[in-house]
Nanobody
Framework: HVQLVESGGGSVQAGGSLRLSCASS????????MGWFRQAPGKEREGVAVIAGEGFTTYADSVKGRFTISKDSAKNTLYLQMNSLKPEDTAMYYC????????????WGQGTQVTVS
C-alpha cells in the first residue's frame, strides 16, 4: 500500500515562498513517478510538476521558472519549492504517485491548502 501525506501549506503574500513536502511509504522510489497537482474552487484539477523515478522533471507552463520539484529518495519524501507566488496559485495542492509504466496516477494524498493574497 502506497501512503502519501502532504504538509507545508499556508497563507503568504504575493511574491512570497512556500515549500511543500510529501512523505511517502510502501513503494520503491525508482519504480514510481510522482507529481504535484492542484485544484482551486470552481476549477478542474491541473498538473503542476512531475518527477520520474530517475529524476527527470516536467512543469506546467504557468509555474515554470517559479516552482521546483525534487525528491529525497533516502527519506521517501517529495518536495515542491514555490517561489514568486501569485494569487492565482491559490489552491489545494495534492501529492500523487503512479507506477512509471502506467499512465494514471492512482495514489493520492489528502492535500494541503496554499493561499496567496
Amino acid at each position: 500500500h502506497v501512503q502519501l501525506v502532504e504538509s507545508g501549506g499556508g497563507s503568504v503574500q504575493a511574491g512570497g515562498s512556500l515549500r511543500l513536502s510529501c512523505a511517502s511509504s510502501g513503494y520503491t522510489s525508482s519504480s514510481y513517478c510522482m507529481g504535484w497537482f492542484r485544484q482551486a474552487p470552481g476549477k478542474e484539477r491541473e498538473g503542476v510538476a512531475v518527477i520520474a523515478g530517475e529524476g527527470f522533471t516536467t512543469y506546467a507552463d504557468s509555474v515554470k521558472g517559479r516552482f521546483t520539484i525534487s525528491k529525497d529518495s533516502a527519506k521517501n519524501t517529495l518536495y515542491l519549492q514555490m517561489n514568486s507566488l501569485k494569487p492565482e496559485d491559490t489552491a489545494m495542492y495534492y501529492c500523487a504517485a503512479r507506477l512509471c509504466i502506467r499512465y494514471a496516477y492512482n495514489y493520492w494524498g489528502q492535500g494541503t491548502q496554499v493561499t496567496v493574497s
